[in-house]
């Protein structure tokens, strides 16, 4: 069964950090593009961060210089750390895998991505 657990999220002030995970089972993850996405209320969602198969990462411009993405291919895990937080950052956060296999891209648009987890919520505190 191809599943996506996501984990980390929590209050936290702003300025502060949090770091998400999010676990995959039932595929070959390491040959996967991992992307995030996060929604706010209200909002659409959007794109956050995504690393290739290969490790090339990419970040939507209103969070470059505090998140990072990172992942574990021995734990089947990626990782979003989430530094110098804001106000705005409060969302649910989604992890999601990439529909291609070795797929080498930039994959921003959610319809690039087939599977995804049930989210995780982050709320910073002003």
């Known amino acids: 069964q191809v599943q996506l657990v996501e984990s980390g999220g929590g209050l936290v002030q702003a300025g502060g950090s949090l770091r998400l995970s999010c676990a995959a089972s039932g595929f070959p993850f390491s040959t996967y593009t991992m992307g995030w996405f996060r929604q706010a209320p209200g909002k659409e969602r959007e794109f956050v961060a995504q690393?290739?198969?290969?490790?090339?990462?990419y970040y939507a411009d209103f969070v470059k210089g505090r998140f990072t993405i990172s992942r574990d291919n021995a734990k089947n895990t990626v990782y979003l750390q989430m530094n110098s937080l804001k106000p705005e950052d409060t969302a649910v956060y989604y992890c999601?895998?990439?529909?291609?296999?070795?797929?080498?891209?930039?994959?921003?648009?959610?319809?690039?991505?087939?599977?995804w987890g049930q989210g995780t919520q982050v709320t910073v505190s002003s």
């Open positions: 999601a895998a990439h529909a291609t296999h070795y797929y080498s891209g930039y994959a921003s648009r959610s319809d690039e991505y087939d599977t």
């Open positions: 690393i290739n198969w290969n490790r090339d990462t």
